[in-house]
């Protein structure tokens, strides 16, 4: 079985590891290569299960955190038998370049959200002269503000796999069973009905082989495109909390 997914949010993989220097509190210029790789793929292992498409650009990515990893292993000889006499250039940051990536990207990052304020700005204005739309009702205008973006999601759905492995049987049962993303999705809602409008993210995923999980969480993000639920988060690292979303979301 094969899902291939699209999403928007995806951006490519220099903004995953903007998302993890965020959310680790890393600074951008001392970063500390071996944690940030070390959830960098953590994060391309959960996308492999989900089969994303277009991720051999962010396994060219891996290779190049774990080659600047490397290099920083490697001792510095700071300047031993060098004649006094000539000026020898200190040996370059490894991290130099990945750095400069990432700052003009977040620079560009910045600038594309600025322009796309001031479009969304702008679009609310019209040179017309305004008509008299009274017949049509009350308009309500409602603001979302995701608490959490699909890279968090998939850190989550990443550590769920983790607990799941640990927690598998030694002999297991295999059995085809047809899945379906429409069904999977009205047990999602039927689910949170039944928990007063509310459920752990992590009780989604109890039972089922990988194909299962994966339908599941694929069915989460479309419920949440749909605007039908939202999924929120207290504080940093605490658990996830799926919602119905209220009227005034």
Do not use: W
């Not at 001792?75 to 250039?89: A, I, K, R, S, W």
């Amino acid at each position: 079985m094969s899902y291939k997914v699209r999403l928007e949010a995806f951006e490519g993989p220099l903004d995953l590891l903007l998302h993890l220097i965020n959310r680790l509190e890393i600074d951008i210029y001392d970063i500390p290569m071996a944690e940030l790789t070390a959830q960098y793929i953590e994060h391309l292992h959960a996308m492999r299960v989900l089969q994303l498409d277009e991720l051999s650009e962010y396994l060219v990515l891996a290779a190049t955190l774990i080659e600047i990893k490397s290099k920083m292993l490697l001792p510095v000889h700071e300047g031993e038998g060098f004649d006094e006499d000539v000026d020898y250039d200190m040996e370059e940051d490894p991290r130099d370049e990945l750095v400069a990536r990432l700052i003009e990207y977040r620079k560009y990052k910045e600038a594309a959200e600025s322009l796309k304020e001031s479009a969304d700005e702008r679009s609310e204005h019209f040179t017309k002269t305004p008509g008299d739309l009274s017949e049509f009702g009350e308009l309500i205008v409602t603001e979302s503000e995701e608490n959490l973006n699909v890279f968090d999601l998939i850190g989550a759905f990443q550590k769920m796999l983790e607990r799941n492995r640990l927690k598998a049987p030694l002999t297991a049962r295999i059995s085809k069973t047809e899945l379906s993303v429409g069904e999977k999705m009205d047990e999602i809602m039927a689910k949170l009905e039944r928990g007063g409008g509310k459920c752990d993210f992590y009780a989604l995923f109890e039972e089922g082989d990988i194909p299962e999980l994966v339908v599941t969480f694929m069915s989460l993000l479309e419920l949440m495109k749909r605007r039908d639920i939202i999924v929120e988060q207290q504080g940093n690292f605490d658990k996830l909390t799926v919602l119905f979303r209220r009227e005034d979301e």
